[in-house]
């Protein structure tokens, strides 16, 4: 008799998968063929999409942060200064990149009234730009004033939101 700590434990043989027939690899090709298409159309389109950057635009993607501003105002905050100077860094360091400051704001007020505000508040973030050493070439402003809200509330933390300048590649 063998005693239950002498036992080994039974090993389970797996047999190898069957191989694949000439009908079974057709029909998996085609699952990988338009993954494959898929993937090259997306990068046809990145290719010929005009925010893109060559090859520094991957580097400044989602690099670039936004600043924000206080109510009616178009004035840098501390805090908006000191990441424009980092804005500025990272553009230094892409001279081939151009960037398109977009002015937004908050709903209180009419429509010119925010457009007006959100053109002085990308102006101001280009100004600032400028002084730091940035090409006044490589920098374009727009303001949307408020129509394109990040936050649709109603409140004080959804308009401290949408009161910002946010920093597209544009080449």
């Known amino acids: 008799m063998v005693k239950p700590e002498e036992q080994t434990p039974a090993t389970q043989v797996v047999p190898p998968p069957a191989p694949m027939t000439e009908g079974a690899k057709a029909a998996a090709a085609p699952a990988a063929q338009p993954v494959a298409e898929t993937q090259a159309k997306e990068q046809n389109v ?27 105002s ?13 804005n500025a860094d990272l553009l ?11 002015g937004n704001c908050d709903e209180r007020g009419s429509d010119e009234y925010n457009l007006a505000l959100g053109e002085r508040r990308a102006k101001a973030a280009r100004d600032y730009l400028v002084n730091l050493g940035v090409k006044a070439e490589r920098i374009s402003v727009i303001s949307y004033g408020e129509e394109k809200p990040v936050d649709q509330g109603h409140d004080e933390a959804a308009w401290a939101k949408n009161r910002r300048d946010e920093f597209v590649i544009v080449k």
């Open 74 to 86: 178009a004035d840098l905050s501390s805090e908006a200064r000191t990441t424009l100077s980092k």
């Open 92 to 102: 230094a360091k892409q001279q081939g990149v151009s960037v398109r400051i977009e």
């Open 46 to 72: 990145a290719q010929e999409t005009p925010q893109q950057g060559g090859a520094a635009q991957p580097a400044l993607e989602g690099a670039l942060q936004k600043i924000y501003f206080n109510f009616d």
